[in-house]
């Protein structure tokens, strides 16, 4: 099984403040077909996780440019360029290329 | 849009079943992979069991095999989940997932299963 560890797990974002995650798997993520399937997700309390970027860097419609993704092989990370209120919650990576999928343990990010 | 509805979460005895339900609308059900996920109380999230888009082919995590089966209704839109021999550590909400292609863009609101005596 593919162990996703992040870091750090807790977060505190200043308002205006850039902030980093980083995502680490066991094993390379590049998949036979050259895709490497690693997406973060970002669950507000109360409600369901909600995908922002998916193979590494492409980032969902509606989601605000100030959220980055990048990485390659083991070594990810997701960049909030500046913090705001409704970056609240708790931030998962997960991987799709080997079976199970696995989720990292998830960064909540709380603001001062 | 797309909508994923769940059901079928209750209360439950140690050793007991259920079944869970997910009614899919706003896309082509048929054509995609679908999944579930659960998250324990306070706790993370964790893959469970996935299935292919015309239910050939099923994956589990090995803390589920031989007691979980998912299965797929292309017909009526509907993914399910047998869950039997249920144990304390199965409580968790149940997320019903869409994958789009390796990655999963559209999650249900989730519904809650708790095995207790």
């Known amino acids: 099984e593919v162990v996703m560890t992040q870091s750090p797990l807790s977060l505190p974002g200043p308002l205006g403040q850039p902030a980093s995650i980083s995502c680490r798997s066991s094993?390379?993520?590049?998949?036979?077909?050259?895709?490497?399937?690693l997406t973060w997700f970002h669950q507000r309390p109360g409600q369901s996780p909600r995908r922002l970027i998916y193979?590494?860097?492409n980032r969902d419609s509606g989601v605000p440019d100030r959220f980055s993704g990048s990485g390659s092989g083991t070594d990810f990370t997701l960049k909030i360029s500046r913090v705001e209120a409704e970056d609240v919650g708790v931030y998962y990576c997960m991987q799709a290329t080997l079976w199970p999928r696995t989720f990292g343990q998830g960064t909540r990010v709380e603001i001062e | 849009e797309v909508q994923l509805v769940e059901s079928g979460g209750d209360l439950v005895q140690p050793g007991g079943s259920l079944r869970l339900s997910c009614s899919a609308s706003?896309?082509?059900?048929?054509?995609?992979?679908m999944h579930w996920v659960r998250q324990a109380p306070g706790k993370g999230l964790e893959y469970v069991s996935g299935?292919?888009?015309?239910?050939?082919?099923?994956n589990y995590v090995d803390s589920v095999k031989g007691r979980f089966t998912i299965s797929r209704d292309n017909s009526k839109n509907t993914l399910y989940f047998q869950m039997n021999s249920l144990r304390l550590e199965d409580t968790a909400v149940y997320y019903c997932?869409?994958?789009?292609?390796?990655?999963?863009?559209?999650w249900g609101q989730g519904t809650l299963v708790t095995v207790s005596s």
């Open positions: 193979k590494v860097s």
């Open positions: 706003g896309f082509t059900f048929s054509n995609y992979g």
């Open positions: 299935i292919s888009s015309k239910g050939d082919n099923a």
């Open positions: 997932v869409k994958d789009d292609g390796g990655t999963y863009d559209y």
């Open positions: 094993q390379s993520l590049v998949h036979s077909n050259g895709n490497t399937y």
